[in-house]
């Protein structure tokens, strides 16, 4: 049980793209929606830089999970840009309230 | 040795996890973007377990340095009075978020148990920095061009994007 190994790395990271998944699914404010995008990412990410070490013994995964990361810094940003212009449309970050196209 | 490796693991795993039940269920948001905090810290402390030391300051400086900055700016420009946190609609959100949840850990978990993950071998703990430099200035040229290219865009267009309109408004 406490020999680690790739598996234990592997449920960590499936666990925590669930609870990114719960968290996008049941948060209704914006803000809150994003940071179940960053879990996404960030379980992707350890994912590769677990096969990393216990697959392929190579650098490239941690590359792959570097670039993650520069991806999702790029992300952040604009999702925070359209959530501010959101805001100042309609006055709320409410993801349930931002349904012009739908109308 | 081992007993503590494992013990480490466990313990950032709980770092990782448990705040995110709470960024599930917290009323607060404020408390919500420090909970991400605590998680994405954890993260980084898993990339260290995993030999990935570059890759776990990375993690700290662009995610804990930047990202959460940006959430916690963008907290405090949305929120000028106290929202209220549509209680109802969460209860009624509660069982879809359930079922997602179940559906995807089971196919994750399913998936993990189905494979053979054939040729494990565990590679050698050594710094990782000046080999990342090489590979990101030689086979991953293109790829690291592009990325600097897409943050230039990313926030050339977040700053056109979040701008105020003054004839509009």
Not at chain 1, 64 to 79: K, M, N, P, R, Y
Not at chain 2, 36 to 49: E, I
Not at chain 2, 116 to 139: C, F, K, N, Q, V
Request: aromatic residues 10%; neutral net charge; glycine residues 8%.
């Amino acid at each position: 049980m406490f020999e680690i190994g790739l598996t234990h790395y592997l449920v960590v990271s499936a666990a925590m793209f669930t609870l990114g998944m719960m968290i996008i699914v049941m948060r209704r404010n914006a803000i809150a929606v994003l940071m179940g995008i960053e879990f996404l990412l960030n379980a992707a990410a350890l994912n590769f830089v677990a096969f990393s070490r216990y697959v392929t013994g190579d650098l490239h995964g941690q590359l792959a999970g570097l670039f993650v990361i520069a991806v999702a810094a790029a992300e952040a940003t604009i999702i925070l840009a359209i959530i501010l212009n959101i805001y100042s449309h309609m006055d709320s970050v409410n993801v349930d309230e931002a349904d012009l196209l739908k109308q | 040795m081992s007993f503590y490796t494992g013990l480490m693991f466990y313990l950032l795993a709980a770092v990782v996890l448990v705040p995110g039940v709470c960024i599930l269920f917290s009323r607060d948001i404020v408390h919500a973007a420090f909970w991400l905090m605590a998680s994405l810290a954890g993260v980084a402390g898993l990339y260290l377990m995993l030999g990935a030391d570059f890759l776990g300051f990375a993690q700290v400086l662009v995610y804990i340095g930047g990202i959460l900055i940006l959430i916690i700016f963008g907290l405090m420009v949305t929120h000028k009075e106290k929202v209220s946190l549509h209680q109802i609609a969460r209860k009624r959100l509660l069982l879809p978020a359930l079922v997602t949840g179940a559906i995807t850990l089971l196919g994750l978990l399913t998936a993990i148990r189905g494979t053979s993950w054939a040729g494990a071998t565990e590679a050698p703990l050594e710094p990782t920095s000046a080999r990342i430099g090489y590979h990101l200035m030689s086979d991953y040229l293109l790829p690291f061009e592009v990325a600097s290219i897409l943050l230039l865009v990313g926030l050339v267009a977040g700053v056109y994007i979040a701008r105020r309109r003054e004839q509009e408004t």
